[in-house]
């Protein structure tokens, strides 16, 4: 795997399955350093709920459940040669979405 491109595409096939027991159901790139995985289903969130009439209730209570597969995502990378950073979020539950962008990216 020489390309980054590659390196998150196995993250993406592989390594989710193992940690999630599937794969992810979106991969998308901008070709310039950004990808941006999608899971509609994040085992991690399948059990939480927002509270009702609470805005951003939602993102504040699932951050910390956020916090460690970013960085396992962020870890699997750098053991494979590709630096990043890693920025999680979800908009509705059990739906995730990982921002990742390789060092000396352009958005």
């Known amino acids: 795997m020489s390309e980054p491109i590659e390196v998150v595409k196995f993250v993406c096939k592989d390594v989710w399955t193992l940690l999630f027991r599937k794969q992810c159901d979106n991969l998308k790139t901008n070709h310039r350093g950004v990808y941006v995985i999608t899971d509609n289903t994040f085992k991690p969130l399948s059990r939480m709920s927002a509270e009702r009439g609470v805005p951003g209730s939602v ?15 962020r870890g699997a990378l750098a053991g ?7 920025q999680a979020d979800t908009t509705g539950l059990p739906g995730a979405t990982f921002q990742i962008k390789t060092v000396g990216a352009k958005p």
């Open 59 to 73: 993102l504040v209570s699932a951050q910390p459940f956020l916090c460690f597969p970013s960085g396992v995502i």
């Open 80 to 86: 494979l040669g590709v630096s990043v950073t890693v």
